[in-house]
């Protein structure tokens, strides 16, 4: 966002109708403060006209050097601006040269006669005051308020001249500041929107890569079974092998249809849905199941879709189970295989951890143990869900 501000400091602005409600808020803030540095130089030197009609040599000289003030005056602000919302380093190349011109304009405006003297120096003043208030360096604007105070001091004469100028110079850095700040707060806001509008983004991307690895690893995890058994089947010149190839067949035509869907985004996850397609891969792969899931709220519904899918798809690929009990009890909902003793246990990667995670998220916990010559997926379902569940 800082460069895009740099940018809005160029001229000519770009045109109003096309820049966001950011760029507004940018633009109108800094061409305001602009305006009040330019402004306060024309008042202080208007005022001084009456006075210096003897002098015009003297009165060229002080508006040029206010000239040449002012553009460095600004190319400082542009800086300074530049440094909210986050605090950074003093940007030395821009602020360096508005100092070094300030000092040899004070010791110019010593020199010049007495109804000039104090407009000179109060537009010297101003210049500094708007340039530089926005300073957040300790260092740096207690030096400011000290010059603050005692320039009016030095060219006015009179004792309340340096309390005038230190509090009129509070008001001019407090303006700034607050001006900064609320640009600050606008630009963090919008910085804020893009990255949940980036995070939503994201948790879709995952969403999706989950649904595709649950679906296409469980159709691909029985079809490599069957077209093995298909095979096996075919060198032993068993009758059947024409059979199991058809069905390796519809279940790849299964797996497009459901790919598809999920590309479209059309595809939801039912419980009814995931145990009728569980039952009937286990089944096609010669292992018994058994379902007893009544009870469950309907709320944790498609959680436990998620679980069915999850560990029916491990059980095809990591497991030699012979049976498959899917079970729902107190709160607990459980998914046991007696396939343990020849199985090597795991996540599959993006597997049992990322449906741990997705489950922490509405307050569920799971937990994969061996029991007995079982391997048992366990979750502990509270009463309410954490959060919305979402695909």
């Not at 109060?122 to 105070?149: P, Q």
């Not at 469980?218 to 089947?233: D, K």
């Not at 419980?271 to 199941?289: K, M, N, V």
């Amino acid at each position: 966002m800082t460069g895009s501000r740099r940018e809005q400091g160029t001229w000519p602005p770009r045109r109003w109708a096309l820049l966001d409600q950011v760029q507004r808020v940018d633009l109108y803030t800094r061409q305001s403060l602009y305006l009040l540095l330019w402004g306060s130089i024309v008042v202080v030197l208007g005022g001084a006209l009456p006075e210096a009609q003897d002098h015009p040599v003297a009165l060229g000289l002080v508006v040029a050097g206010a000239f040449v003030l002012g553009l460095l005056g600004t190319q400082a602000l542009t800086a300074v601006a530049d440094l909210y919302p986050a605090p950074g380093p003093l940007p030395w190349r821009q602020i360096a040269p508005l100092v070094a011109a300030a000092v040899p304009a004070l010791v110019g405006v010593a020199l010049l006669p007495e109804g000039l003297r104090v407009a000179a120096g109060s537009a010297v003043w101003a210049v500094l005051a708007w340039a530089l208030g926005g300073l957040r360096d300790r260092v740096a604007s207690g030096l400011l308020l000290v010059t603050l105070t005692l320039l009016p001091l030095v060219f006015a004469g009179v004792w309340w001249a340096g309390p005038y100028g230190l509090g009129v110079g509070l008001f001019f850095i407090f303006t700034i500041r607050a001006s900064l700040w609320l640009l600050g707060v606008v630009t963090e806001l919008d910085a804020a929107r893009t990255a949940q509008s980036a995070l939503a983004v994201a948790e879709e991307r995952l969403r999706f890569s989950r649904d595709v690895h649950d679906v296409l690893g469980r159709h691909l995890s029985t079809i490599a079974v069957q077209a093995e058994l298909g095979a096996t089947l075919a060198e032993r010149g068993d009758t059947s092998a024409p059979g199991r190839m058809l069905e390796v067949r519809a279940l790849a035509h299964e797996a497009l249809r459901e790919a598809r869907e999920l590309a479209r985004g059309y595809r939801s996850t039912t419980l009814t849905q995931e145990l009728d397609g569980a039952c009937s891969l286990l089944a096609a792969a010669g292992i018994r199941t058994e379902v007893s899931v009544d009870g469950l709220d309907p709320s944790w519904h498609e959680p436990a879709a998620w679980v069915v899918r999850e560990t029916v798809t491990n059980v095809l690929r990591h497991s030699s189970a012979t049976a498959v009990t899917i079970s729902y009890d107190d709160r607990v909902l459980e998914v046991r295989n007696d396939g343990a003793a020849a199985a090597r246990p795991g996540d599959g990667g993006s597997g049992l951890a990322g449906l741990r995670d997705r489950l922490a998220l509405l307050g569920a916990d799971l937990e994969a143990a061996h029991d007995a010559q079982a391997f048992v997926v366990r979750v502990r379902l509270p009463e309410r869900a954490a959060v919305e569940v979402g695909g």
